[in-house]
Nanobody, 128 residues
Framework: QVQLVESGGGSVQPGGSLRLSCAASGRTFSRYDMGWFRQAPGKEREFVAAINWSGDSTYYADSVKGRFTISRDNAKNTMYLQMNSLKPDDTAVYYC?????????????????????WGQGTQVTVSS
């Protein structure tokens, strides 16, 4: 079992930045592939970014490429999402997720049913 806790959400103006963190406990963090998803009101949960267990492979949704950066620090059992140039469309609850490391196709990284463990989410609001 892996427990995940997100933090770092908040309210920011368009063009601003936030850094989300996902702290993991319970199992060996470095054995888990990790992802960020988000869900806006009235919309389905969608993929944002993912990172493999070692941190040397990353994946992004087209909507955030060039603006968001996913990273992890296995020594600190923590994953991060640096979000820059934020837009109102980025407003959502952001969730981190974990899946025991395994080979995955590009499509599998982006599916929420790939991940077995989820945090409770942190709200990000982008508004002027």
């Amino acid at each position: 079992q892996v427990q995940l806790v997100e933090s770092g959400g908040g309210s920011v103006q368009p063009g601003g930045s936030l850094r989300l963190s996902c702290a993991a406990s319970g199992r060996t963090f470095s054995r888990y592939d990790m992802g960020w998803f988000r869900q806006a009101p009235g919309k389905e949960r969608e993929f944002v970014a993912a990172i493999n267990w070692s941190g040397d492979s990353t994946y992004y949704a087209d909507s955030v490429k060039g603006r968001f950066t996913i990273s992890r620090d296995n020594a600190k059992n923590t994953m991060y999402l640096q979000m820059n140039s934020l837009k109102p469309d980025d407003t959502a609850v952001y969730y981190c997720a974990a899946d025991y490391y395994s080979p995955k196709s590009s499509r599998r990284w982006m599916r929420d049913d790939t991940y077995d463990y989820w945090g409770q989410g942190t709200q990000v609001t982008v508004s002027s």
